[in-house]
């Protein structure tokens, strides 16, 4: 079915085709399925793009080298599989593919412990022990933001609005150091920032703080009587032309 498109404003510019596609049937991952199994659970099996009950795509900072997770097995004989290593990344890995992809090895090693998910309670989602090489900082820089568009539209304890808010409120403050916004973004997306939810109590307006590690820079980044360093971007945006 051919798809309309909306004419974008004089304003807007005009968007090109997509650069990615959707999950597709014919490249499923799924072990050692026989080939009469395949195509059935490969048409009907639950993608592992966003993190589900039994693992997904978690893409979680601290699940770093010695990490103890413990997932709920929904389905007799099932398998396990695993890959996407990052070598840094922040909280929300917000900009989707804006961490730090690296190719590794992984040693895993796996144990079943029978009736744990009524014993412990883990019937819906992984618990897990993060490992010991968790990214470590002592100076941070914190921004915050509450749940109001930029339309100043009050979105009742919308905490993924407000986590919105303080990543954007991150970026004005790093532009002004001379990163372009979108430098600023990507920075957000590959640096370990903490992401947290700082308030979710004093309605209507959750709050979200993210928190950006200082050491992660070479230079002086907190605010001063004497303004922000600024840098050399490094953009090669090339010049007008006369003609």
Not at 71 to 98: K, M, R, W
Not at 103 to 130: C, H, Q, W
Not at 136 to 142: E, I
Request: glycine letters at 10%; a negative charge; proline letters at 7%.
């Amino acid at each position: 079915m051919e798809q309309t498109r909306r004419r974008p404003d004089r304003h807007e510019p005009e968007q090109g085709p997509s650069l990615a596609l959707p999950p597709e049937a014919e490249h499923a991952v799924l072990g050692h399925l026989s080939s009469s199994e395949f195509d059935r659970v490969a048409g009907e099996a639950a993608r592992t793009a966003p993190p589900r009950e039994n693992g997904g795509n978690q893409d979680i900072k601290n699940m770093s080298k010695g990490t103890r997770i413990f997932y709920p097995v929904f389905v007799d004989g099932a398998n396990l599989s695993l890959g996407d290593l990052h070598f840094s990344q922040g909280d929300g890995e917000i900009t989707f593919c804006g961490a730090i992809e690296m190719g590794g090895f992984i040693d895993l090693r796996v144990e079943l412990i029978k009736g744990g998910m009524e014993t412990y309670g883990v019937s819906e989602n992984a618990i897990f022990m993060p490992g010991n090489v968790d990214p470590q900082y002592s100076q941070w820089l914190a921004f915050s933001g509450t749940s109001v568009t930029l339309d100043g539209e009050q979105r009742y304890l919308d905490s993924h609005l407000s986590y919105q808010r303080a990543c954007l409120h991150a970026i004005d403050y790093l532009s002004k150091f001379g990163y372009s916004r979108e430098q600023a973004y990507v920075i957000l997306g590959a640096v370990p920032i903490e992401g947290r939810l700082s308030g979710v109590v004093d309605i209507p307006n959750s709050c979200s703080t993210v928190y950006i590690p200082t050491a992660v820079f070479d230079f002086d980044v907190r605010p001063s009587a004497s303004g922000p360093h600024k840098i050399d971007p490094g953009i090669g945006v090339p010049k007008a032309s006369n003609r």
